[in-house]
Each structure stands twice: as C-alpha cells, then as structure tokens.
C-alpha cells in the first residue's frame, strides 16, 4: 500500500567523511577551487546519494568558471538569494552518474510496494539524476511543464552539485540506467553527459523536423549531437554553421550525417547562398535550431527561416540583442519562436534512453566521438577547463576517482 503520510525517520548519527569536490568561491574572480577535506553531504528526507563515477563539464560550466567575465553567470547564480552579498560558495558540476550508496529517509519500501522490483531505485544501483529541481507546485508544475517551473533550481549553479566523489538528489529527480550497477548497456563516460544529450533531444523533438529542412547554428557538442538526432529523426536537408575550428567539428558533422557544412568566420554569405541554392520552394529552411548563443547566429537564425517556419532557441545569449528587426524577421514572416530549457521531466528521459539503447542508431559510439579521449581527475580542473576553452576539446569528462 502507497504510504499516504509518511513522517520524516530520524536522522542517523554516522561520523562525518570527507571528499573532494571543485568549489565556486567567488564570482568576481574567474576559476574553480579543488577542495579535498569537504564534508560529505548528508541523505535528507526524500533523497539519494550517489557515488560519482563520472562528471561532464559543459558550457554553463565554461561560463561559471569565467564568472568574472560574465555578468549573466553571475546573476543567474544569485538568483534566489536575498540580496547581492548573499552568495556562499558551491560545488559546481550538473552532469554525472554514479552508483547510489545511501536512500534518504522517507523512501520507504512501503511507497514502492507495487512497483515491478526492476523499476526500483536500491543501493548499488547505476543512476543518473535530472538536476533541475522543481518546486512541485506552481502552475507550471501542476500541468506538465516542470521543466519550466518558476521556482526551479538548478544543482551545480544554485544549490551544490557534482564535480565531487559525491551527490546527494530527490529520489524522484533519479534516472535508473542499470540495475545492481551494471554499466555495460551504457558505458560511464556516456552516463555522464546524458543531461546535454537530453538538451538536444528535447531540441530536435520540439522542432518536429520529420521531412523538413533544417538549419543548425553552432557546431558545439549539443550542435553536433542535433545533426544526428535530426538525420534519425527524418530531416531532409540538414545545414551546419560554425565559426571556431571548423575543419574537425564538419569532420564529425559529415560522419553524423549533415549535408552542407558551413563556415561563417568571415561572415554569413555562403550560408544564405546554399540555402537559396537548395530550398527553391520557399523563401529559407523550414527549422532553425540556433545553438551557438552567438549574436550574429540570432541574425541568420531570423534571416535564414522560411515564412511560416520554426526557430528553437537553445544556445544561451550572455547578453541582450542589439538591433533585432522583430517585424521582418518574425511578425511578416509568421515564424513561431520557441525557447528550449532543460529537458522536460520526464519524458524527454523516456525518449533518449530509448534512442541510446538502439543499436541500429549507433548513438552511443556517436556521443563518445563528441568526448575528449583522456579521463581527467578532479585536481586536473586547471587543464581540463583550459583545454576547453582553447577548442583543442568539445566536451570532456572527471573521473572523481583518478588521483
Ligand atoms: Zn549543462
Ligand atoms: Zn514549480
């Protein structure tokens, strides 16, 4: 039977452990810290905690790390504090899967009493978690949409997150990946940046691009993983534009599936003439999937859609548009514009197990393709975040573990 009014257990007393985790200390001065005597966080009421086998870093990571230099970041992390001298350091890190080691009081077998026992969350189990925590009761969350909650609160950027040896989580926030730990159908390094593969998915999905053209702006991992989502997803003709280290990212994007692969370095000539050469049936391309967060990518984005098309913004723009013509690049042209937040909870999840766990897509040797080869220990934060910042890597992945 469902346990209707379950009250909180009492805590149990354990002696305290300590971890390792990078700390955001102060958001006036770029960079992380590498903490090593770190109170390990306490199983609340509800919750989960996990082992960290594997964390992925991403570009909200990159824009943490140079907080100093963004204004957005920081504001974006002192979004729910009270005031602007409230900010108190936290682990940063929102991708991860791990082995769970402890279920919080409050998750009893009682509420799961009729639950098939392979759908059951137990310790040792392989997990990942949806790191966007919702409030549960605005009305955005009482009709579907958590995912854009008023209230949510994102682990790793407002509440402590996982570049450490461990996570605590809402038990309803976690996602099985393999029972009793098994990490062969989904290999850790994978695990790990599923929440940017759900980013993608949750893209793709909403532009419906099933026998359309389709135009990706940004060649970044999430602009890479969409030319393959869209190609599986039945697009017709799918377009690729990229600014910085072109010739290895269109190498990816070729074997991925795209079909013109364009530089706009030095402006965005070839790109308009290619789709003027192709989409002879209308004025532009059906979707655009802006994925860059660049200014002049929301300039094409708008140029470059058929009336009547679709634009999704995924990309995050750190500043405000300067010029934009809303009137020719969206009222005459009757374009829908759709923002993209998170993935939404849960089916986007459902949707992207199922796409890892087919065979016949190969998404899983895809995404690897994504990921730097070498498995970074946290203490080599330094030159992992320079690596990628330079471009020499996409995205890449910690193993709290390595020494
Ligand atoms: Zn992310
Ligand atoms: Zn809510």
């Given at each position: 039977m469902i346990q209707t009014a379950a009250q909180p257990d009492t805590p149990k007393e354990s002696p305290a452990k300590l971890m390792k985790c990078l700390i955001k200390e102060d958001l006036q001065k770029d960079g992380l810290s590498l903490k090593t005597d770190v109170r390990e966080p306490a199983v609340g009421y509800g919750e989960?905690?996990?082992?960290?086998?594997?964390?992925?870093?991403?570009?909200?990571?990159?824009?943490?790390?140079?907080?100093?230099?963004?204004?957005?970041?920081?504001?974006?992390?002192?979004?729910?504090?009270?005031?602007?001298?409230d900010y108190r350091p936290i682990i940063v890190g929102h991708e991860f899967c791990g082995i769970v080691e402890e279920i919080g009081p409050g998750v009893t077998a009682e509420h799961f009493a009729h639950a098939p026992s392979h759908l059951l969350i137990e310790p040792g189990d392989y997990v990942t978690a949806e790191m966007h925590l919702s409030c549960g009761h605005c009305s955005l969350c009482r009709t579907g949409n958590e995912h854009i909650c008023i209230n949510v609160k994102v682990k790793g950027v407002h509440l402590d997150g996982c570049f450490a040896q461990r996570v605590v989580v809402p038990y309803k926030n976690v996602i099985l990946l393999g029972k009793g730990g098994n990490t062969a159908d989904i290999p850790p390094r994978i695990g790990a940046m599923l929440d940017a593969f759900g980013n993608a998915v949750h893209t793709v999905q909403a532009a419906n691009v099933s026998g359309k053209s389709v135009a990706i702006l940004g060649a970044g991992p999430l602009g890479l993983m969409s030319v393959f989502l869209s190609r599986a997803f039945g697009a017709t003709r799918i377009y690729l534009t990229e600014a910085a280290d072109v010739e290895r990212r269109f190498a990816l994007a070729d074997d991925f599936g795209a079909d013109e692969c364009l530089d706009v370095s030095q402006g965005s000539g070839q790109l308009y003439r290619s789709i003027e050469k192709f989409e002879t049936g209308s004025n532009?391309?059906?979707?655009?999937?802006?994925m860059s967060g660049s200014l002049p990518a929301y300039q094409d984005a708008f140029k470059i859609v058929r009336n009547g098309g679709h634009v999704i913004l995924l990309g995050i723009a750190r500043e405000p548009l300067p010029k934009f013509d809303i009137a020719n690049g969206v009222i005459w042209k009757g374009v829908t514009v759709q923002g993209i937040f998170g993935r939404k909870m849960f089916s986007t999840w459902e949707t992207m197990l199922s796409l890892i766990k087919s065979d016949r897509l190969d998404l899983k040797n895809k995404l690897e393709k994504v990921l730097a080869k070498k498995l970074y220990g946290l203490h080599e934060y330094k030159e992992a975040f320079e690596t990628l910042s330079n471009g020499k890597e996409l995205k890449l992945v910690f193993s709290p573990e390595k020494n």
């Open positions: 989960v905690k996990i082992r960290v086998l594997s964390t992925a870093v991403c570009g909200t990571d990159k824009s943490i790390y140079n907080s100093a230099r963004s204004e957005g970041i920081r504001k974006e992390m002192q979004r729910y504090l009270p005031g602007d001298n532009g391309v059906d979707v655009v999937l802006e």
